[in-house]
Structures are given as structure tokens and as C-alpha cells.
């Protein structure tokens, strides 16, 4: 059963934006995590129920920007100065719990959506 829907990838040329989305309803925990191919997951950005707590991985603070709106039970990840190295599956993640550690790690979310492609050409 799919309870998370991600949407709003595609190709794009280096230095290009995109705006990622994910419909999830109920969950105050989120996340954004990519896979490149051949690599392992890693967490992007997380954000609490009011978006209040934000927290980002290091090389993507100054150009993605994690936000939601409760009203419309959606997950958004602004991305800007798309790289190269930004080519990956883009999946969102949540959960009903506060995760106990940095909220980047998959490990703190339960809840997945099936991913969306994002591919940057330089």
C-alpha cells in the first residue's frame, strides 16, 4: 500500500531547478532522501510538523529547500543550481515519530514513496 506519492522530477540541464512534491496526509515527520545509482541512500532534508525544525546534509543547504503545506497534506524540495552529481532517485520519507537522531538517516522513517527520477545534464 502506497501512502506516499512523490512527483515533480525530471531532466534538467545543470544549473536548472526543479520542485519535487510528495502528497502524505498525517505524518509530522519528513523527509527528503536520494539514491544515486551504485550508491547508498542518503538524506537530504527533514522537516517537523509546522516546519518550524528544518535539517539539511551539508552540500545541499544553500540550494535545496525543504517546506510542506499541512493544508494541502504536501512535502515539497525546492532545488536550485541543479549539479551533475544531483542525478538520483528522489523519494519522500515520514514518519509518526520524532526521530531520535540527526533525521536524516532512513533508519528514523517507516513510511516510503516509491521515488522520483531527477536527472541533471552538464
Known amino acids: 500500500q502506497v501512502q506516499l506519492v512523490e512527483s515533480g522530477g525530471g531532466s534538467v540541464q545543470s544549473g536548472g531547478s526543479l520542485r519535487l512534491s510528495c502528497v502524505a496526509s498525517g505524518y509530522p515527520f519528513m523527509a527528503w532522501f536520494r539514491q544515486g545509482q551504485g550508491k547508498q541512500r542518503e538524506g537530504l532534508a527533514a522537516?517537523?510538523?509546522?516546519?518550524?525544525?528544518?535539517n539539511y546534509k551539508g552540500s545541499v543547504r544553500d540550494r535545496f529547500t525543504i517546506s510542506r503545506d499541512n493544508a494541502k497534506s504536501t512535502l515539497y524540495l525546492q532545488m536550485d543550481n541543479l549539479k551533475a552529481e544531483d542525478t538520483a532517485m528522489y523519494y519522500c520519507?515520514?514518519?509518526?515519530?520524532?526521530?531520535?537522531?540527526?533525521?536524516?538517516?532512513?533508519?528514523?522513517?517507516?513510511?516510503w514513496g516509491q521515488g522520483t527520477q531527477v536527472t541533471v545534464s552538464s
Open positions: 520519507a515520514a514518519s509518526r515519530f520524532r526521530p531520535p537522531g540527526t533525521w536524516l538517516d532512513e533508519d528514523e522513517y517507516n513510511v
Open positions: 522537516i517537523d510538523r509546522d516546519g518550524s525544525t528544518t
